[in-house]
Structure formats: structure tokens, C-alpha cells
């Protein structure tokens, strides 16, 4: 029920920023229920625990995706995302899980983990209950031309500390704008340190980045900051654990009883528009 309301209320947010239509708020009412069914289906009973932090439904809608869009997913990970886009998006829509060139990163394990997507993706899919769908991966040194100046939007949901420490932010959002269309959008939820965090801190090897830091890095690749929320922010997140980001659920680190009412971690959540 509580993804439900989240999704009606978040969606009807964005109805009472544009002019008010009746056709407007019929289209967002059946979107914000589309999503709604989307969090309550049983592929996602493994993920649902995790919503009250990270907000899926307010984060979508602030990120102005909507059914029908073709949207690059960049590190797809385990899927967490996964789950909720691509039935989301629908027969209309286009979901690319996108992880980075890993011609560029300077960790081996890495490169393993996150090359070759395009192979591993449609088993993951499968795993997944998605083997249905259109959805495909591919790294950002595959991308065709299909894909230039075609993608609504892109969104690096949790991972701009590991593009940072892998050598692989700069060809990221370089290739990222490259595949947005003139209007496109970038949507970033990032784990967010203290604004006098030191620099060896906020590296990107405890997880935890300065959100100016984060803007300026991401304006200085062609983008304009266009938004900022506090739909994923965690007050009670300290962001100074000795080991980072992997003391907090669902990693869990040391810290396991110190930090078990907590919640998960203190984030950021950017909108940038593509800059001409």
C-alpha cells in the first residue's frame, strides 16, 4: 500500500508543475498505477524490503521517466533496478543495462566483473523472470549508432564512487551524453559524505562522495544541474565510517549492531540536462 500512495503522490507532483490539463492528470494517474503494479509484482518480493530507502517510486518521477522511454541503466548490477524499469517501460520502451569501457579501468577484477555484459545479460534476465522482454546490455564501447542521440534518459543510480575509483568516470559520462538525445535527461542517486569530508575520504574507496564535488565533476562533461532532491537522503547516515558505505545495510559491515536502525546511506539525487 505504501508503494502505491508513493507512486500516485509522486507522479501527481509533476502534474502540478506543468499546466493543468485533465487529459495530463488522467495520463499521470494511469502512469503512477502502472508503476504502482510494477513494485508489487512478485519478481520483486526479494527487493521490495529495500523501497522505504531507496524510494523507487519519488525517484523515478523526479527523474521524469515514463512508460514508452528508452533508458540506459549503467551498472545494472543485481538487478535491483532492473526489475522495476523494465516491465515499467513496457513493449513501447527500451531498457539497456549499460556497464562502463572497461578498456579504460585500471582494476583487473573489475574489468571481469563488469566486461563482456552483452554475453552475460540475457541469462541474468532470465534469472530475473525477464527473459520475455526486450531488454539488453552491452558496454559503453559497444554502443552503435543506433544508440547516438537516442536515449531518453541515463541513470548511475549508487555507483559514481566506483566509476571514480576506477579510472572510468570520464569515458562514462562523456559516452552518456553522447547517447542522450537534445533533451535528454541524467538521473544520479549517490551516496553523499559530509561537505568537509577530507579528499582522501571521498576518493570514491569508502563510497561516499561530496555532492559538490559530484556536480561539478558531472557539469564539467557537458551537463546543466537542473534539480536536486532529498527523496533518498538518510539524516541519521553519518557518512564517516571507517569503512565506508559497506558498514551500512545491505552490505553490513562491522558495524552490524551499531548501525542495524540506521536505514541505509545518506544520497544525493541529481538531475542534469544535457548541455549543448
Do not use: C
Not at 18 to 23: D, Q
Not at 28 to 56: E, F, I, K, S
Not at 105 to 110: A, D, P
Not at 159 to 171: K, P, Q, T, V
Amino acid at each position: 500500500m505504501r508503494s502505491i500512495l508513493a507512486a500516485t503522490a509522486a507522479f501527481a507532483a509533476l502534474t502540478l508543475a506543468a499546466p493543468a490539463a485533465a487529459n495530463n492528470h488522467m495520463e499521470t494517474t494511469a502512469t503512477a498505477a502502472t508503476l504502482a503494479g510494477v513494485l508489487a509484482d512478485a519478481r520483486r518480493d526479494g527487493d521490495r524490503a529495500r523501497d522505504q530507502y531507496r524510494n523507487p517510486a519519488e525517484t523515478l518521477a523526479f527523474f521524469k521517466v515514463e512508460p514508452g522511454m528508452t533508458v540506459a541503466d549503467v551498472v545494472p548490477g543485481g538487478g535491483w533496478y532492473t526489475r522495476v524499469l523494465v516491465p515499467y517501460l513496457g513493449a513501447d520502451g527500451r531498457y539497456i543495462g549499460l556497464n562502463p569501457d572497461m578498456r579504460t579501468s585500471n582494476n583487473e577484477r573489475m574489468a571481469g566483473a563488469w566486461g563482456g555484459l552483452a554475453d552475460k545479460f540475457p541469462a541474468q534476465l532470465a534469472e530475473w523472470g525477464l527473459a520475455d522482454s526486450s531488454a539488453s546490455g552491452i558496454n559503453l564501447d559497444q554502443a552503435g549508432d543506433d544508440t547516438a542521440g537516442a536515449i531518453d534518459r541515463v541513470l548511475i543510480i549508487r555507483e559514481m564512487h566506483n566509476l571514480h575509483r576506477f579510472n572510468l568516470i570520464h569515458s562514462t559520462l562523456v559516452g552518456a551524453r553522447k547517447m542522450l538525445k537534445d533533451d535528454g535527461l541524467l538521473g544520479i542517486v549517490q551516496h553523499r559524505a559530509s561537505e568537509t569530508a577530507s579528499a582522501d575520504y571521498t576518493d570514491g574507496s569508502k563510497g561516499y562522495l561530496r555532492q559538490k564535488d559530484v556536480v561539478a565533476l558531472v557539469e564539467a562533461h557537458g551537463f546543466e544541474l537542473v534539480g536536486s532532491s532529498e527523496i533518498n537522503a538518510n539524516a541519521r547516515d553519518t557518512a564517516d565510517h571507517e569503512s565506508g558505505v559497506w558498514e551500512m545495510p545491505p552490505s553490513w559491515g562491522s558495524k552490524k549492531a551499531e548501525l542495524k536502525d540506521v536505514g541505509e546511506s545518506d544520497r544525493m539525487t541529481l538531475l542534469f540536462r544535457k548541455r549543448a
